[in-house]
């Protein structure tokens, strides 16, 4: 039986009707071609799915497409709306993906850790990182990716503040 | 300008394809939308791992609403395979390991396909599985898992030994084994065991076909090797009246392939189902479980070593048996018996050498290609030999390695002689790296350090012929565009060949695309594998820019006049010596040619064509001994150590330090080579500490996904890791470079068994080296003491 | 790609309509953060029929803390748990025991009630409910009831849970105006991994002690036999020992591909003496900060 459901999916609301047994993330990609969110393991353990739901990081694999009802989904897109973020210029600055297919979903994880953290230690970096597997990179790269950010983003903070200061 | 300044080989620079990659914007084979015609198949599979097949009852599922064909084995009684023809699109009159595809439903949306396989309803009577290595040979063994194969065509370097389960058998003798070992002053033997690994690139192998209503057969794959597939799809699919030129594969993009995404595995289903459903595509994409069990494993390996040394640490001889879990079916897996069996001496001078190598088959699922391709597999015992031994003779694990470590020109195993190599650099670096005088001492009675010291090499295994070849052209702004079959998995390859590109004609890489393979309008790549894109690609895309660049000094020489020798590229400009002020940007002309006086023109597009296939290779040799030929192009050598830290009561290994040599003769991009080493370092890593693969008795694998196969987390990485790269030319590779794709991850597994020996005084001689594996063998240890 | 099973899906926005629902449909599994449920219906063992959904009752979520009970409602994630400030200073332990739950992205939906409703032997929060003697609020058909911890897991992925009733919050009684506790979990590496052996210690005033495990039985225990040991006494090496060795007796660990019954019989004893030891120095107002790894 179909359900409509209406959302808000990177800003725009969309209206469509799905199964109870699709999830977010098929409606995503095979209904809406919104293909950065990945098929990686389909049980939420690689996070190659992750998009945002309300805010909140969540693995879309994990959830039903009739849950996001009356919510707002952020994928990669939304992110990026207005241009490529700090974050994106340093993964691309420091060469910190190799296939890309865990990108996406990295990305959004690393948006949300700076989010809700913008100074993290390197062990709070790798806890935010730890549920998007990436069997590439040895994820070096994107760990120093974010450290740069967040030290370019202190420092220009700091710098604000001693403007204010003369 | 000297030869030896480059102004792009050698820089870092940020990779060409980097913005697709943080945009999501790279396109995958599950991402391309197909339209409403889209067929999905859902694959039906074998619950035995061996069993005749007697009865497919398909009526149930063909009945279905919104299937629209159902087919089996029958529908494709075609034998194929990359190195042998041993295996089937369908299962035929047996199923070999559990998972094996015995029919297939084709829906018109996956989840119908799903449902509908259930339907099918097979009987089988089940045959004897062979899940061991030992069960499959030996004198009588209770099933032959391929009773044809004496009929098998296979390449020439392959022994298969009929009515047996040994489908290849490498010999390698070299010297006098017996005088050797008579030679010695300690003789030592022991055994080392290997199980299988799997990939777990994150994206699933997927793959769809379509056979449209001309009779052209499509395939868009996620694949390290466009062309083999092609051939491999035509040769399977010859008795249905297919050419090469009826069959397009296109690959957009991998995400990840370390070798499991080479030669071909799911993807011949795609190829085949599209044949019965003319007109529209059909997609499969596999499942993270069928991914694990239906893919290439990494073979497993069982290790017989037997060593002679002199008292000042000389290897007088080295005896070797390596028995090969190789599955199912060895179509791929058989060359990787081949390449280890011809180098598994590891990159040390050995007078006297007698080495066995025995691809066996077993009801498991086929090994195949992965990252390392057989060095990896047998790396871990000989370097945990070769250190017991070190130490029996009191010698220093690295003065060992140094002792014996092959030069320039010294014989190899099969009687080629060894390339240049910064081998013995790279030990001296990693030993001074490390630290390796030094002691760390560790403060707490309850943690215990080691460090583990290992070389390792590794060589393409490729058919003597494995060509490359590379097409170029110029845009209107004298953007370049570089049409090769070679894939970009995520090694940076696209990236090293616009550098390559860019030094040869002066445009800046961020000027310059590389394509994705497309086997209509790529020329041909045997297979993006072996570590040998950045020597063989790259001598092709070097090629064909030196090409390139003789037409544009041709036309300028011709219309303006200008001494050949004394012009030159740079800053996507002709430049002349001989007049400073001479700047002819080459946007004005490698389109539109230049006009003459008279009104004319002269030139017109430029496009260059290169190709690299090596003319020196041979796989000819004598069965008996493995002598003659030169099945290897050359090694890339290294070297590699660590340190660690175990905690004696919970067995776990913390890592604060790990380093890496590898020699890539010139490192075309410094950068990317980092993120191979930290990228192979953690995967090897992962294979000798964590990752464990189960089958139960009946050899169903238990562990199919990333909740019980654990592949490692951000949190998981080691606290440091030092890269260097050594630079000793390689001969006949572009600007000197060699591959080093493969070697970052071979010398992991070695480097923590020798330094859990040196923490702990325990030797584990089987993968993967577990903290359980630690605790419990640190537990009896204390209880025998007392 | 999905999952086959087909099933109905509801979204109710009260208690009672949720229970009418659940009342009047066969095969229904309730649908909290999905973590899951999704999962097992896409592998097994799940097959509902009927899904609902009580993301909508709102009745069931928030955290809050009076007459020393801190009540956790059936809705409240792992996440909320690790937010929440009345959590960090009344019961530590769970915000230690709650940054073990699989990754962020998970924490972000799961939510506690349904990790206990699961009652997988490897699941987190058993030990530390045993630990506290929470209690558990269920509604159903017949109205209200509570079950205690030493009475909700009756065995493997089986509750005290009756047809048609729901979770609605889980109680955490305050047990003395200072405690020292500590959770320890074995994974098979840092990263994210099911547990092979939970432990869970509570230092209490008077040299009281309370000593949970799990993921090593059917079930969470309590062990009353350690605890009977220890109490009122302050644990040497001797005693330590003592202690560890009727590990042996108070669980029954299993061999699986995690891990073998000896490592796991193992690594209580070692877990069991680093858990009590950092729960007395936090007791004393130091020791390791809480969610500092100590194996």
Not at chain 2, 140 to 156: G, M, T
Request: proline fraction near 6%; include cysteine.
């Amino acid at each position: 039986m179909l359900y409509e459901i209406t959302f808000i999916l990177n800003g725009e609301e969309r209206r469509l009707g799905v199964q109870p047994n699709e999830t977010l993330l098929d409606v995503l990609r095979r209904k809406l071609g919104i293909t950065s969110p990945k098929v990686g393991c389909e049980r939420g353990d690689c996070g190659a799915c992750t998009v945002k739901l309300n805010g909140l990081l969540v693995k879309s694999c994990l959830i039903l497409a009739v849950e996001v009802n009356g919510r707002e989904v952020t994928t990669i897109e939304g992110l990026m709306a207005k241009g490529l973020t700090p974050l994106q210029e340093m993964f691309m600055a420091k060469n910190s993906f190799q296939c890309g297919y865990c990108a996406p979903g990295m990305i959004l994880a690393a948006d949300d850790l700076l989010l809700r953290n913008p100074d993290p230690s390197d062990h709070q970096i790798k806890e935010a990182l730890a549920g998007n597997l990436c069997r590439c990179t040895g994820y070096e790269p994107i760990i120093e990716a974010i450290k740069a950010v967040a030290a370019n983003t202190k420092a220009s903070a700091g710098q604000t503040r001693g403007g204010n200061n003369e | 300008m000297s030869k030896q300044e480059y102004k792009y080989i050698g820089q870092s620079t940020p990779r060409i394809d980097g913005k697709e990659k943080i945009t999501g914007a790279t396109c995958f084979v599950d991402d391309i939308q197909f339209g409403p015609n889209l067929l999905y198949a859902a694959i039906v599979e074998s619950p035995h791992a061996h069993a005749l097949i007697e009865k497919i009852d398909t009526g149930r599922a063909a009945k279905a609403p919104g299937v629209v064909k159902v087919v089996t084995g029958k529908e494709f009684p075609f034998r194929f395979g990359l190195y042998m023809h041993d295996r089937y699109v369908f299962a035929q009159d047996r199923v070999r390991f559990v998972g094996e595809q015995v029919a297939a439903v084709i829906a018109r949306d996956p989840f119908t396909a799903k449902k509908a396989a259930a339907l099918v309803e097979v009987q089988y009577k089940e045959l004897v599985p062979l899940l061991n290595v030992f069960d499959a040979i030996g004198e009588r063994p209770k099933s032959i898992i391929h009773p044809e194969l004496k009929n098998y065509a296979h390449v020439p370097w392959f022994f298969p030994e009929a009515d047996s389960n040994i489908a290849h058998f490498r010999k390698v003798r070299r010297g006098d084994i017996e005088k050797g070992f008579a030679e010695a002053d300690l003789v030592y033997e022991d055994q080392y065991v290997v199980p299988r690994y799997a990939h777990c690139a994150i994206e699933v192998h997927a793959a769809v076909g379509l056979l449209d209503n001309s009779g052209r057969l499509t395939l868009w794959t996620a694949s390290q090797s466009p062309h083999t597939q092609r051939h491999l799809f035509t040769q399977a699919l010859a008795p249905l009246g297919f050419t090469h030129q009826d069959v397009r594969v296109i690959s957009p993009a991998v995400g990840g392939g370390f070798g499991g995404k080479a030669g071909v595995s799911m993807e011949i289903l795609a190829a085949a189902l599209a044949t019965v459903v003319k007109g529209s595509p059909v997609k499969i994409l596999w499942s993270r479980e069928q991914e694990f069990y239906n893919t290439y494993q990494r073979q497993g390996v069982h290790a017989r070593l037997k060593v002679g040394v002199k008292h000042d640490g000389a290897i007088t001889a080295l005896e070797q048996t390596l028995y090969w879990d190789a599955g199912a079916y060895v179509e791929y897996g058989a060359n990787v018996v081949n390449a280890a069996g011809l180098s598994a001496t590891g990159p040390y001078r050995i007078p006297n050498i007698k080495m066995d190598s025995i691809c066996v088959y077993t009801n498991l699922p086929p090994g195949g290609p992965y990252r390392g391709f057989g060095y990896s597999e047998f790396i871990f015992g000989l370097e945990s030999h070769f250190n017991e031994i070190a130490k029996k003779l009191n010698m220093d694990a690295v003065a060992f390695r140094r002792k014996n470590a092959i030069r320039e020109g010294d014989a190899l195993a099969y009687g080629g002689k060894m390339n240049p190599n910064g081998l013995l650099e790279a030990i001296d670096k990693v030993a001074q790296a490390i630290e390796w005088d030094k002691e760390f001492p560790s403060a707490d009675p309850n943690i215990a350090v080691g460090k583990g010291f290992s070389l390792f090499w590794k060589a393409p295994a490729m058919p003597p012929n494995a060509s490359s070849s590379a097409f170029l052209k110029f845009n209107e702004d004298a953007g370049l565009n570089i049409l090769v079959s070679a894939q970009e998995i995520g090694q940076g390859f696209l990236t090293a060949m616009a550098q390559v590109a860019a030094e040869v004609l002066g445009v800046p890489p961020d000027r310059i695309r590389v394509e994705s393979p497309d086997t209509d309008r790529t020329p041909y790549e045997w297979q993006t594998v072996a570590s040998h894109i950045t020597w063989g690609c790259g001598n092709a895309v070097k090629r064909a820019a030196e090409d390139a660049r003789e037409q544009i000094f041709d036309l300028v020489e011709k219309t303006l006049g200008k001494k050949r020798a004394a012009l030159y590229l740079e800053d996507s400009a002709v430049k002349y010596l001989e007049e400073p002020g001479f700047n002819l940007p080459l946007k004005s002309f490698v389109i539109d040619g230049i006009m003459m006086a008279d009104g004319t023109w002269r030139g017109g597009p430029v496009t260059g064509r290169g190709m690299f296939m090596p003319e020196f290779s041979s796989a000819v040799s004598d069965p008996e001994t493995g002598q003659g030929g030169k099945p290897m192009v050359h090694y890339t050598v290294g070297a590699s150590a660590i340190r660690i830290e175990i905690d004696k009561e919970t067995g776990k290994i913390r890592i604060p330090k790990v380093v890496l040599a590898v020699d890539a003769g010139k490192a075309i991009n410094p950068g990317l080579i980092r993120g191979q080493i930290v990228g192979g370092l953690l995967q090897g890593l992962a294979t000798v500490l964590y990752e464990d693969m189960r089958f139960n008795d009946k050899g169903k694998l238990l562990n199919p996904n990333f909740t019980d196969y654990k592949i490692p987390t951000a949190l998981d990485i080691p606290a440091e890791i030092v890269p260097i790269i050594i630079e000793v030319p390689q001969p006949d590779g572009p600007f000197g470079a060699r591959g080093i794709g493969e070697h970052t991850m071979i010398p992991a597994a070695p480097i923590v068994a020798n330094a859990v020996e040196d923490a702990l005084g325990i030797r584990i001689k089987s993968m993967p080296i577990t903290a359980e594996k630690i605790a419990m063998a640190i537990k009896k240890m204390e209880e025998n003491k007392r | 790609m999905g999952f086959a099973k087909e099933f109905e899906y509801f979204k109710p926005t009260g208690l009672k309509e949720a229970v009418s629902l659940l009342s009047a449909h066969r095969n229904t599994a309730i649908l909290a953060g999905g973590t899951d449920l999704v999962v097992e219906i896409k592998g097994g063992p799940a097959a509902p029929d009927v899904v609902v959904d009580i993301k909508g009752l709102s009745e069931l979520a928030g955290i809050s803390f009076s007459g020393n009970v801190l009540r956790i409602g059936a809705l409240v994630t792992f996440t909320q748990l690790l937010q929440s400030e009345v959590v960090r200073q009344f019961f530590p332990v769970l915000q230690e025991m709650a940054a073990t739950v699989a990754s962020g992205a998970v924490r972000n939906r799961a939510t506690m009630a349904g990790n206990i409703c699961s009652a997988v032997p490897c699941m987190n929060s058993g030990p530390v409910m045993c630990l506290y003697d929470a209690r558990v609020t269920l509604f159903g058909p017949r109205g209200e009831r509570t079950v205690a911890a030493r009475d909700w897991f009756t065995g493997v992925r089986r509750t005290a849970i009756q047809e048609s009733e729901i979770l609605t919050s889980i109680a955490f009684p305050v047990p003395a105006p200072r405690q020292g506790a500590c959770f320890v979990k074995l994974g098979r590496y840092a990263g994210e991994d099911l547990a092979q052996v939970l432990v869970a210690v509570l230092v209490l005033p008077g040299h009281q002690y309370r000593v949970g495990f799990g993921a090593v039985a059917p079930v969470p225990l309590r062990a009353a036999r350690i605890e009977a040991l220890l109490q009122g006494k302050v644990p040497d090496g001797a005693l330590i020992r003592a202690a560890q060795d009727l590990i042996d007796i108070e669980i029954a660990p299993i061999t699986d591909i995690r891990a073998g019954k000896e490592y796991r019989l193992h690594m209580a004893k070692v877990m069991f003496k680093r858990a009590l030891t950092a729960a007395l120095q936090r007791f004393q107002g130091a020791g390791p900060a809480y969610g500092t790894p100590l194996i």
